[in-house]
């Protein structure tokens, strides 16, 4: 059994996570799918904000969690016009899977973690076409799943970036005190 | 309050399947209310209230940029161009004199017939502001909402023909779904017999499509069609789409017909919604709430 330790310990002790450095990044997470893509590009576009989200419920899920990821979804159902509550339910699939399996995610290093995720933000854009297919909203455009390929291949350097920026250190290198 | 980042000692909280759930629940809830309803327009307009400044100030930078790097054209390219519209705006002088010749024996003619007038329009220039992300519709953005005095219903045309309908208002911008979009209809008329149909768009970007056809219906490919007016919210006489092919009936008693848009469907930057002189109609009126139109 794994159990959390009951006192934070290494660089989460040093420079823990807080609330202000989640939401700001997440809000400039999402101001990035905010930015006017090119038409022919749109489809390639990763869910920057997914990537975020999931990053933060790995980091801290004390932090981020479903309440979250639902209001997230709504208020990218909004910016991109969809049905209410269409990215709202993929969002809060993609954090409930990465919370079950968090403290092993945790621990791995970052090429791991990308093929652990893959599937995940793979299957985001999946249910996405599937939940809009259901609801009869015509042929789904198969391309838009090169977006969870995208978000994949991003995660690497996006998590590295995000680790150096608010001073996280993955738990797989953190020293043992 | 601030919660600590690490594990608290006594958890007293929903367990995590139990909170995922509920979530799940309200999703499935909030779809079915507005795919079915229509019932959460008020929210999404609000929302959109918030996030559309920051829509404007993020597109900005690359306005910005775009002129910046239009500055530097060649003064070659400049020249070509500046032939290029000099010899269109001669063609299109020619056509626009051309147009208001037939537009006076037009209208005499229907003085002479005692047929009403078509009622006026205005045309409100807008912008395309934002496309949608959404890979089962086709919807723009434009940026002329509310406060410009845009309604829900209006027809939206540019200088080729009708490109589509106003369904949702926000405060400062618009949703414009296309003929393309798959829930949009029109009512046309084949310019050749005066045969009336009514055309649908099929979600995919160059096509739109007639369906249950009369397998002895007069339509050929090459014939122009144009809205018949019949429904009370596309004016009659606009360029609607070009049949394409007939497709005999297979498995259907009915034939089908397939046709491109004339308009830019999706093409332009700039088009204009057809703003009724009179006060909107009790047909626009009554489609308001509902996003898709109903064809008769």
């Given amino acids: 059994m794994n159990i959390p330790p009951l006192l934070p310990q290494g660089a989460e002790l040093t420079h823990p996570p807080t609330r202000a450095k989640v939401y700001i990044s997440l809000l400039l997470a999402f101001s990035l799918t905010l930015l006017p893509w090119m038409e022919q590009i749109r489809w390639l576009v990763p869910d920057f904000t997914l990537m975020l989200l999931l990053y933060w419920n790995i980091r801290a899920p004390r932090l981020a969690g479903i309440g979250m990821a639902f209001s997230l979804g709504l208020l990218t159902d909004v910016a991109r016009g969809v049905l209410f509550g269409l990215n709202a339910l993929a969002y809060c699939v993609a954090t409930f899977i990465v919370l079950l399996v968090q403290r092993r995610l945790e621990g791995f290093d970052t090429p791991r973690q990308t093929l652990q995720l893959f599937p995940i933000l793979l299957g985001k854009e999946a249910l996405v076409l599937t939940l809009g297919l259901m609801m009869g909203r015509g042929d789904a455009d198969w391309r838009w799943l090169a977006a969870g390929l995208a978000a994949a291949l991003l995660w690497p350097p996006l998590a590295w970036l995000v680790d150096r920026i608010t001073q996280q250190q993955p738990a797989s290198r953190q020293t043992p005190l | ?296």
């Fill in chain 2, 1 to 296: 309050m601030s919660r600590a980042p690490h594990a608290p000692l006594f958890v007293r909280e929903m367990g995590l399947p139990a909170r995922f759930g509920l979530y799940v629940l309200v999703c499935l809830l909030l779809l079915a209310m507005d795919a079915r309803y229509f019932a959460l327009s008020g929210v999404r307009a609000g929302i959109n209230a918030i996030i559309h400044p920051a829509q404007m100030a993020l597109a900005k930078p690359w306005e910005w940029l775009d002129g910046v790097g239009r500055f530097f054209v060649s003064h070659g390219e400049l020249a070509a161009e500046n032939q290029r519209l000099k010899s269109l705006h001669e063609l299109l002088e020619a056509g626009l004199s051309d147009r208001a010749a037939i537009t006076a024996e037009n209208t005499q003619l229907r003085a002479l017939m005692e047929l009403p007038a078509r009622e006026g329009y205005t045309m409100v220039p807008s912008e395309i502001i934002e496309t949608s992300t959404d890979p089962f519709s086709r919807k723009i953005i434009i940026n002329r909402g509310e406060r410009h005095g845009i309604a829900a219903g209006w027809p939206v045309v540019d200088a080729n023909g009708l490109v589509g309908q106003v369904t949702r208002v926000y405060p400062w911008s618009s949703e414009v779904s296309l003929l393309t979009d798959r829930g949009q209809g029109a009512p046309v008329q084949n310019m050749r017999n005066g045969l009336r149909i009514i055309i649908f768009g099929q979600g995919s970007d160059n096509q739109l499509e007639v369906r249950f056809l009369d397998m002895h219906a007069d339509l050929q490919p090459g014939d122009l069609l144009y809205t018949s007016g019949i429904d009370g919210i596309y004016p009659a006489g606009v360029p609607v789409a070009r049949v394409v092919k007939i497709e005999p009936p297979r498995h259907t008693p009915f034939a089908r017909a397939l046709c491109q848009p004339l308009g830019g469907v999706g093409r332009y930057r700039h088009i204009a919604v057809m703003k009724p002189d009179r006060a909107e109609t009790a047909v626009a009126r009554q489609l308001a709430p509902g996003a898709k139109k109903k064809t008769p």
